[in-house]
Nanobody, 111 residues
């Protein structure tokens, strides 16, 4: 059974930083791409970033230069480092892989 468990969300002021993590189990982690999506209050799901099994990364335009996705295959974990956070980054962040989703972690950017 595939399991994805996010952690690391919280409350941060605009301009601040936060790192969210997702630990996976139940499949060959290193062989698959991982991704992050988010859902802001009252809005639909929005793709944020992906990292391929070879480490190639992709970002939506609004987070380029501020967010960094990375993975640690030894720990079956993917990270999303978020810097220069903005109010509009407030959302529940979900990791995804092999057509599965985690439960999400809340990131709130507020002064």
């Amino acid at each position: 059974e595939v399991q994805l468990v996010e952690s690391g969300g919280g409350l941060v002021q605009p301009g601040g930083s936060l790192r969210v993590s997702c630990t996976a189990s139940g499949y060959a982690f290193s062989s698959h791409a991982m991704g992050w999506v988010r859902q802001a209050p009252g809005k639909g799901l929005e793709w944020v970033s992906n990292i391929d099994s070879d480490g190639t990364t992709y970002y939506r335009d609004s987070v380029k230069g501020r967010f960094t996705i990375s993975r640690d295959n030894a720990k079956n974990t993917v990270f999303l480092q978020m810097n220069s956070l903005k109010l509009e980054d407030t959302a529940v962040y979900y990791c995804s892989a092999v057509k599965s989703w985690g439960q999400g972690t809340q990131v709130t950017v507020s002064s």
